[in-house]
């Protein structure tokens, strides 16, 4: 112990050991509705007039389980993020408050909780059939890539981001076996998912510097203005297409999927305001859950859906 001038002594400081909330927050649960589109394949193939056997619950079960381990481990994948830009996120105006940059998580700690949730979700999923752990692996992999390079790479960080959204429902799908999922379907899953990453990093161009993300200083705006336009069209269209193919017709013995068309075209057109006229579109997963009008369209389009099935219309 040393003393200071006045004689007082000074107590070395004892860093607070992380809680279960320091933990949970680390692992951004707020972002695991990404997952969600887990459950995308199972929702569709519970109205597929082709199937021989009819769904049971353990088929949900299944499904659940299967967004479940995806929820693991993207928490993962997340704390290997910031332990790889801890120095950037210090700096950043909102990063900074996370667990890790906040010094409230030690890097050997975060370490060892990225292990368990990489390693644990992995060997959890041996349960679900060997289809879903190839895919889970891949994910892993890819975004293990991503963390160490692809992230600064413009253009390939957000086709990665967009990616992984399609290997969620290709997972939901493998997790049931006898389950295919339309490519139709695939291609609209990754037009969003793009659409939605272009609009994040035109937020991040507008409003943080290149020191945050070193890979926006390659980004143009005026380019992603045109990309924004050119996915948000060819969602719409790959949608429209898909709900009006003949598979899709054959598939849900029903011709009236087109009248869900103008929910997404809805849903596209606000989340386009919210970025141009609110200056939003940093966070996705937060507008998806807090925008009224978006809540709205959703709930609406869930209802359309089910009033189609349910009443063979």
């Known amino acids: 112990m040393n003393e200071n001038s006045s004689g007082n002594t000074q107590q070395p400081v004892q860093q607070k050991r992380p809680g279960i909330a320091d933990i949970t927050r680390a692992l951004r649960p707020s972002q695991w509705t ?49 332990i790889k830009d801890i120095d950037l996120d210090r700096t950043h105006p909102v990063k900074k408050f996370r667990p890790l940059a906040a010094g409230i998580i030690p890097l050997p700690q975060a370490w060892t909780l990225v292990f368990l949730c990489l390693a644990g979700g992995l060997t959890a999923s041996l349960l679900l059939p060997y289809q879903f752990t190839a895919v889970l692996a891949a994910y892993v992999i890819m975004q293990i890539i991503y963390s160490h390079g692809l992230k600064q790479v413009a253009l390939v960080d957000i086709f990665v981001i967009a990616i992984g959204f399609v290997l969620r429902a290709i997972a939901g799908a493998v997790a049931l076996q006898g389950v295919t999922i339309s490519p139709w379907l695939l291609l609209c899953t990754f037009l969003l998912a793009l659409f939605l990453a272009l609009c994040k990093r035109r937020h991040e161009k507008n409003f943080l510097s290149d020191t945050h993300r070193p890979s926006l200083e390659k980004y143009d705006k005026h380019l992603l203005d045109q990309l924004i336009a050119i996915t948000s069209a060819a969602a719409i269209v790959v949608y429209a297409i898909y709900t009006l193919w003949p598979k899709t017709v054959e598939k849900f013995g029903t011709h009236s999927l087109g009248f869900t068309i103008p929910f997404v075209v809805f849903g596209i057109f606000r989340y386009l305001d919210l970025v141009y006229r609110h200056e939003k579109g940093d966070r996705p997963e937060m507008i998806l859950l807090t925008d009224i009008p978006i809540l709205a369209n959703l709930s609406l389009y869930a209802l359309s859906i089910l009033a189609i099935f349910l009443l063979d219309l």
Not at 47 to 69: G, M, N
Request: proline share 2%; with cysteine.
């Open 34 to 82: 990404k997952n969600i589109i887990v459950l995308a394949a199972f929702f569709f193939a519970l109205w597929d007039r082709s199937r021989a056997q009819p769904f049971e619950f353990i088929d949900f079960i299944k499904v659940l389980y299967a967004a479940f381990l995806f929820c693991i481990i993207s928490g993962g994948i997340y704390l290997l993020n910031d």
